[in-house]
């Protein structure tokens, strides 16, 4: 019942973290603690969060989100990690079906597939993070940059080398993979925020794009170092 730890990297989402973190105090008492991330927001998120939870970590700058990512991984302290978006609203409330399979070990890490939506981008960059994350495995994901994730926090502390921002969904993916370990796939109906086809919808895609390939050229060069 307390076996689970949730992580939310944050950075300015004053609009969604209150929802978000609502909606999780009210699914029950299934995890340990809810720990935020505030990655050297410029608005109001930290203090959002702070009303629905003493776990709130503030960040002197925006570092990125794998790095807000290991800082709330090293300050939590349950068996099973579960990483949220700060944008889920309402919709977190469905969170709890994500680490079961973990938890009943069934899986090694889950990963939530999202309905898919009208206002969604073209998927240029969900393609190529599919297509790269095969070549280098031999496995095809629906939802390669999905960032609500189950792990095992053992696991993943010996399994995950590290990554730059928007990275680290494709990173965790690979050296899982490559690790031996096994990831299943969950349809979990979440709702988030919706950039869709605007200026800011493809600038985010691009510097999404830009983490992807940073990943995958990483995860490459070391599978061709020399051991």
């Not at 809810?34 to 203090?47: A, K, L, Q, R, Y």
């Not at 009303?51 to 349950?78: C, D, E, F, W």
């Not at 494709?170 to 988030?192: K, R, S």
Request: overall charge positive.
């Amino acid at each position: 019942m307390d076996q689970v730890s949730i992580i939310i990297p944050a950075y300015n989402e004053e609009q969604y973290i209150g929802q978000t973190l609502s909606a999780l105090l009210h699914s029950g008492d299934w995890f340990r603690e809810i720990i935020v991330v505030d990655d050297g927001s410029e608005d109001n998120t930290f203090h959002q969060a702070r009303i629905y939870t003493p776990h709130v970590i503030r960040l002197s700058r925006n570092k990125g989100k794998s790095a807000a990512m290991m800082v709330g991984v090293y300050q939590s302290s349950a068996p099973v990690l579960l990483f949220l978006d700060a944008d889920l609203g309402h919709s977190a409330s469905l969170a709890k079906n994500l680490p079961q399979p973990v938890q009943d070990h069934c899986a090694d890490m889950t990963i939530a597939v999202l309905p898919k939506t009208k206002k969604g981008g073209l998927g240029l960059v969900k393609h190529f993070a599919s297509w790269g994350i095969y070549r280098q495995t031999g496995v095809w994901l629906e939802a390669p940059l999905s960032g609500q994730r189950a792990v095992r926090k053992k696991q993943f502390l010996s399994s995950y080398k590290g990554d730059q921002g928007f990275g680290f969904e494709v990173g965790l993916t690979i050296d899982y993979l490559q690790a031996g370990l096994t990831i299943q796939e969950v349809e979990v109906p979440f709702t988030h925020r919706e950039r869709g086809k605007t200026l800011d919808g493809f600038w985010h895609r691009f510097k999404q794009g830009l983490a992807v390939k940073q990943a995958l050229k990483l995860r490459k060069a070391q599978a061709e170092a020399p051991r």
